[in-house]
């Protein structure tokens, strides 16, 4: 089974690769992760994307955050191309963006470097 073949099965069907690597671009989009934290920060979670990136426990994000941080029509494109409803590329954000942040930052801090080529080798790592 090939790179693509794990992630678009343990993501949950055909579609599944796409989400994980359009998380992955949210955390490597053109301001980069430093980006997504003031993002968050200036969205009134600064106290849960800082979990993320410390060393810590996790705290978790809603659907309801994701949106209002991300925005609609960030998460209406990513719906696009995926071909999942926007419901539920919400949903998968909320749930691995977490984890996606997490897994970059283990000493705690923003690295440097590119952010989506570090991405992309975690994905294979997990899958």
């Given at each position: 089974?090939?790179?693509?073949?794990?992630?678009?099965?343990?993501?949950?069907?055909?579609?599944?690769?796409?989400?994980?690597?359009?998380?992955?671009?949210?955390?490597?989009?053109?301001?980069?992760?430093?980006?997504?934290?003031?993002?968050?920060?200036?969205?009134?979670l600064g106290d849960v994307i800082g979990s993320w990136v410390g060393t810590g426990e996790n705290k978790t994000?809603?659907?309801?955050?994701i949106t209002s941080v991300i925005g609609n029509e960030k998460l209406a494109e990513i719906a696009n191309k995926?071909?999942?409803?926007?419901?539920?590329?919400?949903?998968?954000?909320?749930?691995?963006?977490?984890?996606?942040?997490?897994?970059?930052?283990?000493?705690?801090?923003?690295?440097?470097?590119?952010?989506?080529?570090?991405?992309?080798?975690?994905?294979?790592?997990?899958?």
């Open positions: 089974m090939g790179l693509l073949d794990s992630i678009t099965s343990a993501a949950g069907g055909p579609q599944g690769g796409g989400i994980l690597e359009s998380i992955v671009g949210l955390v490597g989009g053109n301001e980069g992760l430093g980006g997504l934290v003031k993002k968050f920060t200036s969205g009134g994000v809603t659907p309801d955050q995926t071909g999942l409803p926007i419901e539920q590329v919400t949903q998968q954000v909320a749930t691995n963006l977490p984890n996606i942040v997490d897994k970059l930052t283990p000493e705690g801090k923003i690295p440097e470097g590119n952010i989506l080529e570090q991405g992309m080798e975690l994905l294979k790592g997990i899958f």
